[in-house]
């Protein structure tokens, strides 16, 4: 079974930092595309980045560039996601997503999410 | 960037009834559109890609149509398990990937 846990979330003052983290398992981690999308309390949902498989290339939504940095270890199927000088609108439910076979395209499946609060 | 904006908002819709949903892409996305099915405190999960195909394990009440700008989720005889929030989410053009505001679909 396809399995995506994520876990580092939790209440972090703004401007302060969090790592989170996406355990993968059920499928060849190192053959596909990953992403993380936020949904902040009772709104829709944002991507905010995505990387290669082999970590060659990233992408990020305007809003986190500079500030947030996805990385992945293939060798322990894990994906992260580096949040600095975090602001209150960052303030959401972290969900780590796979992409399709065939590319980056559509995201299935989706891990249950991590929830970041960034309040003092 | 490419805006997705789905109407309407919320739809209420009684069971065994047909539901329709739409979502409309601010330029062509060519077939390049999935949608997504969100209960409440649950992740989303994957419908339909390519516009118009099934994801694995999705009942065949679900279909989806449409093509460049126009796109429609109908739902054709609800069940109780379908009352939820449905996103359409573009993947023509990315970065970045774009999603709709959703549709809210509930109980008559």
């Known amino acids: 079974e396809v399995q995506l846990v994520e876990s580092g979330g939790g209440l972090v003052q703004p401007g302060g930092s969090l790592r989170l983290s996406c355990a993968a398992s059920?499928?060849?981690?190192?053959?596909?595309?990953m992403s993380w999308v936020r949904q902040a309390p009772g709104k829709g949902l944002e991507w905010v980045a995505n990387?290669?498989?082999?970590?060659?290339?990233?992408y990020y939504v305007d809003s986190v560039k500079g500030r947030f940095t996805i990385s992945r270890d293939n060798a322990k199927n894990s994906l992260y996601l580096q949040m600095n000088s975090l602001r209150a609108e960052d303030t959401a439910v972290y969900y780590c997503?796979?992409?399709?076979?065939?590319?980056?395209?559509?995201?299935?499946?989706w891990g249950q999410g991590t929830l970041v609060t960034v309040s003092s | 960037e490419i805006v997705m904006t789905q109407s309407p908002a919320t739809l209420s819709v009684s069971p065994g009834e047909r539901a329709t949903l739409s979502c409309r892409a601010s330029q062509s996305v060519s077939s390049n559109l999935a949608w997504y099915q969100q209960k409440p405190g649950q992740a989303p999960r994957l419908l339909i890609y390519g516009a118009s195909t099934r994801a694995t394990g999705i009942p065949a009440r679900f279909s989806g149509s449409g093509s460049g700008t126009e796109f429609t989720l109908t739902i054709s005889s609800l069940q109780s398990e379908d009352f939820a929030v449905y996103y359409c989410q573009q993947y023509n053009n990315w970065p970045p990937y774009s999603f709709g505001q959703g549709t809210k679909l509930e109980i008559k």
């Open positions: 997503a796979r992409y399709d076979s065939s590319g980056a395209n559509w995201f299935d499946p």
């Open positions: 990387i290669k498989q082999d970590g060659s290339e990233k």
């Open positions: 059920g499928f060849t981690f190192s053959s596909y595309w």
